[in-house]
């Protein structure tokens, strides 16, 4: 999950670029959440494993920050200026409400949550759409989540079941099971149900 995120958050980030240059559209650098275990869980991804792993393959400390109820690296920082280098945030629960930032385009969730409210708090973190405006590559135009709990993926599913029923039509929001990103094409998306599964990945049109 943490691999499949960084290479998608990194594709997203050049597909910024491409639509800056050749449209003119606005800065955007797209942001993950990844959402770690709490402390107490034997053997699970915190925080700080988490911060190690991700500088271990490479990412400057100064791209991640972290935001916990007792740390909060993200205070007087604009997420938003093309100036600032945050493009990692790691969170267990704060950010669940109350919290706010365009930029973020993926949820990387390596927590096992059950609580449908939980599931749809840390989500709506990820559903606004950067300045407000539809881009050229629909790339854009969409969020992202990651997870390889199948506690998470199951509550996820009841979720988008509500959403279907609420009005919102599988082009809208959808699911797809599948063992790697790579190769996920609209064409295959279907084909992938029955396969074992280590990535969830859900689309939403901002």
């Not at 267990?92 to 409400?97: C, D, F, S, T």
């Not at 930032?101 to 759409?129: H, K, M, W």
Request: glycine fraction near 4%.
């Amino acid at each position: 999950v943490i691999v499949e995120a960084i290479d998608l958050r990194n594709s997203l980030e050049r597909t910024a670029i491409e639509e800056s240059n050749k449209y003119g559209a606005p800065h955007i650098r797209p942001i993950i959440l990844f959402q770690a275990q709490p402390k107490s869980e034997d053997e699970s991804v915190t925080f700080e494993k988490l911060k190690e792993n991700l500088k271990s393959i490479g990412i400057p400390e100064e791209q991640i920050a972290i935001k916990t109820a007792n740390i909060n690296e993200l205070n007087g920082i604009d997420l938003m200026s093309p100036g600032c280098k945050i493009r990692y945030i790691i969170t267990i629960n704060a950010l669940k409400e109350g919290w706010d930032c365009p930029f973020a385009y993926v949820l990387a969730s390596l927590a096992n949550r059950t609580s449908r409210i939980d599931v749809e708090q840390i989500l709506g973190r990820i559903l606004r759409q950067p300045h407000q405006r539809k881009y050229n590559n629909k790339l854009l135009n969409m969020s992202y989540v990651l997870t390889s709990s199948s506690d998470f993926s199951t509550t996820l599913d009841s979720i988008l079941d509500g959403l279907n029923t609420a009005g919102f039509s599988r082009n809208d929001c959808r699911v797809v099971r599948t063992n790697t990103l790579d190769n996920l094409t609209e064409s295959n998306s279907n084909e992938n149900n029955d396969t074992t599964w280590s990535f969830l990945k859900a689309n939403f049109v901002n």
